[in-house]
């Protein structure tokens, strides 16, 4: 059995301004992003500085679809009698599913302002996100949060500030799977050139479905519980859209023709 380590939720601290790990992990994932997106721009036919344009609207729209999304999905009650704690930020809050859909908003507006198709530019996204994924999991776990259900098994890990139960590392399974097994996956497939929808397919599919499982291991929010048979879990119905689109969109792609790298 494990402990957890009680590592210091604020990374630096200058005066009255503190940073936390959390908010690190954010720029680490866009900064990978970034990163990511340059090392492919060239053979897709995109700009560095396309590629730095879109990071930034991607970037707004994850972290404000991130912050709607959790008081949407997972704090609709406060919402409803406390309105202006949508914008209270500080308070924390983010949910992977709202970021998501901020992350397709500013992919349609992105493709509107460049004349980009909205498939291309989340074919061309979706490789980029996952180790941010991976980042964001990881301050989780630095912040002690999200944690999973009471185990027996040896890598059980006790977080004191919660009970004196093992529980279920979730977090770290989480980085795991839907940030670095994810990211090997959607490198691997999006090396070769694919036909339109493929990539972001691909990417439903695998992150809905490592989610899916993941969450047998997971806490379920105190406030929110099981949705149905003392199983199901708000996280696995936001997924179940994810895996039917990802199956859709790969089906899709079936007959479309295969795009060819760009050279250059």
């Not at 630096?12 to 992003?33: D, E, K, N, R, T």
């Not at 970037?59 to 309105?83: E, H, I, K, M, Q």
């Not at 980029?128 to 991976?134: K, N």
Request: with cysteine; charged share 15%.
């Amino acid at each position: 059995m494990l402990t957890f380590p009680q590592i210091d939720p604020v990374a630096l601290s200058i005066g009255p301004i503190s940073v936390h790990w959390y908010g690190l992990m954010y720029i680490v994932g866009f900064g990978a992003a970034w990163f990511l997106g340059n090392r492919r721009a060239g053979r897709e036919g995109w700009s560095a500085e396309q590629v730095s344009d879109l990071v930034f609207w991607c970037a707004l729209g994850a972290v404000l679809g991130g912050r709607a999304g959790s008081v949407l999905f997972y704090n609709f009650d406060r919402f409803a009698t406390d309105p202006l704690w949508l914008f209270r930020v500080w308070e924390g809050g983010m949910s992977f599913h709202g970021g998501l859909l901020g992350v397709l908003l500013a992919s349609w507006l992105y493709g509107r302002r460049t004349g980009r198709d909205f498939f291309t530019v989340t074919d061309f996204v979706a490789p980029a996100v996952p180790l941010g994924l991976a980042a964001g999991r990881l301050g989780n776990f630095i912040g002690g949060e999200l944690w999973g259900r009471p185990t027996d098994l040896p890598w059980g890990m006790v977080f004191p500030h919660v009970d004196g139960l093992a529980r279920h590392p979730s977090q770290l399974y989480q980085m795991a799977l839907e940030g670095l097994a994810l990211f090997a996956l959607l490198w691997w497939f999006s090396s070769w050139p694919r036909p339109k929808y493929a990539v972001s397919g691909m990417f439903l599919l695998g992150y809905g479905g490592f989610r899916f499982v993941v969450e047998f291991a997971r806490e379920p929010d105190a406030h929110i519980g099981f949705i149905a048979y003392d199983w199901l879990t708000l996280g696995q119905v936001l997924c179940i859209p994810m895996l039917v689109f990802g199956l859709l969109l790969l089906w899709l792609a079936r007959s479309r023709p295969v795009r060819e790298a760009v050279s250059g």
